[in-house]
């Protein structure tokens, strides 16, 4: 008789706990989740857009019933190629989709995961202890913000993430400096200066920025379609290949998986942000932030190296837009112990995740930004979540059929490769 007294508890609700979920519920498994319900998109700055199509946004469900385009059609809205969506209405599309498809949301944060025997032990952020013969890691992003080394012992008075910020208001009639080049970044400077914002500059290591352009439409004529295919992640036939083949991209030898994963769809600008864009006016390109101090009067100077040397500036407040990194070490959720027997790849410490999405401890799966580096660059996109969560549930019941009466699940895998589902 299971000591555990769910199937599989998901930890996370956002896209991709949302959607493992749903998956694990219409297979009937005894489940539990937990999770504010879309937590880190309802957080972001009004004014703030989708830089995804909407067709290449959706949660899933086995069925295909709760797609963005339903709930929009629902509701009146457009929902069509080439028209961005206000992050705000994606993040209630989440919410609805979390009461069709997922049943009992709890939305308790889990404190902690930790092996036990028959399985594993959640706590609750207010203490419950919560028992399950396999769990779904799905925190999203914000555990793994990346803060420049010279900005990190500041306090968040002076230096923020981009992931940090609701409304930009705050700033107002303030000198904003904001570190990055990508769509964060951009969108970020130019909600500051819409927001009455005294000054706002860019700082960015990149020599130059980066614009996506108008995507072509979705009918056209066969050549412009074989030439350029349409993908959830832009056009291209390697951006096909990232979108369509996840699995594939897992079995490239590991030199090549770090090279693609650190080069693969960078910092770029949505095009319909360009325009407004325009409005700042301080953009040094080719230049990192090297040191960083409160001055006396209560503002911050940084040293910025450039092609041209060292120049000091001064300003009120950095956000630094400077993306996330997908390592183990950020992932506090998980104990000690089982974080420390997790086999990693590559040299930012992620996981190594199998075939259906397990983890090298047995009946500990993993979804979102932490497969990022097995799985490629889908897994940085809501487009992911499709192709993650029909395998993971049936990796987790794979698991459960493989755990039962024989005592495996708690124990970690040693030795070479971990022998996980192909």
């Known amino acids: 008789m299971s000591t555990s007294k769910y199937d599989l508890v998901v930890v996370g609700a956002g896209p991709y706990g949302l959607s493992v979920a749903a998956h694990a519920a219409a297979h009937g498994l005894n489940l539990r989740t937990f999770g504010r319900s879309m937590d880190s998109w309802h957080a972001m700055p009004s004014g703030m857009f989708l830089k995804s199509e909407p067709w290449a946004s959706h949660l899933s469900d086995p069925a295909g019933l709760y797609g963005l385009d339903a709930y929009a059609a629902a509701r009146g809205v457009r929902a069509e190629h080439g028209l961005p969506l206000p992050v705000g209405f994606f993040a209630a599309y989440g919410d609805w989709f979390a009461r069709q498809a997922v ?3 709890d939305e308790r944060l889990i404190g902690s995961v930790a092996p036990t025997a028959g399985g594993f032990e959640l706590r609750t952020e207010d203490g419950e202890a919560v028992r399950a013969r396999t769990v779904a890691l799905a925190v999203g992003v914000l555990p793994f913000l990346e803060i420049p080394e010279p900005l990190r012992a500041l ?8 992931g940090h910020h609701g409304e930009l208001d705050g700033l107002a009639g303030r000198d904003v400096t904001v570190v990055g080049a990508g769509q964060a970044a951009l969108e970020t400077a130019t909600l500051l200066v819409e927001r009455g914002a005294a000054a706002v500059r860019i700082v960015a290591r990149a020599g130059r920025l980066n614009w996506n352009t108008l995507p072509p439409p979705l009918d056209r004529d ?10 959830g992640l832009g056009c291209g036939w390697r951006n096909k290949l990232y979108a369509d083949t996840p699995g594939v991209f897992r079995r490239l030898p590991a030199a090549t998986r770090e090279r693609i994963f650190d080069s693969a769809l960078g910092p ?6 360009r325009d407004r864009f325009a409005a700042i006016g301080d953009v040094r390109l080719g230049q990192r932030v090297t040191s960083a101090k409160v001055t006396g009067d209560g503002r911050l100077r940084l040293d910025v190296a450039g092609p041209d040397g060292t120049t000091a500036l001064e300003t009120d407040h950095v956000i630094a837009a400077t993306g996330f990194t997908p ?13 420390g027997a997790l086999r990693r790849v590559g040299p930012g410490g992620a996981p190594e995740v199998g075939g259906l999405f397990e983890s090298s401890w047995p009946g500990l799966f993993l979804a979102g930004l932490l497969t990022a580096p097995s799985y490629g660059p889908s897994m940085r996109f809501v487009f992911g979540a499709e192709y993650t969560a029909g395998r993971l549930v049936k990796g987790v019941r794979r698991r459960l059929r493989a755990g039962a009466g024989r005592g495996v699940l708690g124990r970690p895998r040693t030795g070479g490769k971990a022998p996980v589902p192909a």
């Open 103 to 105: 049943p009992a949301l």
């Open 268 to 273: 770029a600008g949505a095009w319909w942000l």
């Open 155 to 162: 306090p968040r008075r002076y230096v923020t993430h981009s």
């Open 327 to 339: 390592s183990l070490d950020r992932a506090g959720v998980l104990s000690p112990a089982l974080r």
């Open 222 to 231: 066969p050549w412009r379609s074989l030439r350029a295919p349409h993908t």
